[in-house]
């Protein structure tokens, strides 16, 4: 079998370094592309050195464009299973072990490790899709609410672990390298159920999450997450349109979504920083994109 692990990294060289330390510990890995997209801070530098690694350097086209080129070199090369992550995530020494023994189930097109952060089980993964009723979320049955001690089959999970079999990238294709950041793991996650691959939750193939939010300051951690919730809103518009069963879903449940921000500017704004009155032509914007399917770096 032949696996090979696909990295994407922006800015983070003290975390990527720990992610190679943490990678190289696994076995049987054959190979591990860095996908760099146009770091900075010295990353080009450092993984230039690095004799065991594949490495692609690109210009920043967010994490949907880095698993993109990660996972399409990676096809290109043959791979059996694609593990694909972050630079903010280290996989434990047996976690690429304890993934392999549910390789064998030709149903199963992606096996998603359990996360920790701080020692503690952290987890946005979910059992069930809801794509008929507007003003409950896309995202149902959410493990975060349940104590997993064996595998579960679920139908979503993150780019952080998520290890895909070759014969979901054939018939899937590739991630949405349009959506830039946020929703494209979940829209990867709905093409491969929807193709009719099971996506099984392994809480004993362990993973640690680095927290970067050390702040409890709201205008701080908003301010630093701004330009996030813009394309937060288009996205998860995108997906209810594009994959809602109903017009409620397709148009409401977005509406629904960005009549929150603009309530928080509104309130806001007034007595911060982090949001102005420009920001609600922004918050339409972004959900009249999602509507319209138009997606890409936002200018």
Known sequence: MKIIAVVVTYNRLELLKRSMDCLRQNKPLSDIIVVNNG????TKEWLDKQD?????????????GGFYTGIEAAYAQNADWIWCMDDDVFPRADCLENLLPYTGDKTVGILAPRRLLEGKVFT?????????QPFRSMYQDKLAKREVTAPVEIVGTAFEGLFVRREVVAAIGLPNKELFIFCDDTDY?????????????????LMDKHKF?????WKERNRKKKWKRFYQVRNSTYLNHHYGKNWAVRYLRGWHGVLGYMAVVIGTCA?????????????????????????????
């Open 124 to 132: 946005n993964d979910f059992c069930s899709y809801n794509l008929t």
């Open 189 to 205: 996650c709905l093409r491969t159920v929807l193709a009719g691959y099971k996506i099984l939750y392994i809480p004993q193939a």
């Open 52 to 64: 065991d690694l594949t490495v692609i350097h690109q210009s920043n086209v967010g994490g949907s």
């Open 39 to 42: 770091s900075t801070d010295g």
């Open 213 to 217: 939010f050390s702040t409890d300051n």
């Open 271 to 299: 007595f911060t920083d982090v949001y102005q009155w420009s920001d609600l032509a922004k918050f339409w914007r972004m959900y009249r994109d999602g509507i319209r399917e138009r997606l890409g770096i936002m200018k």
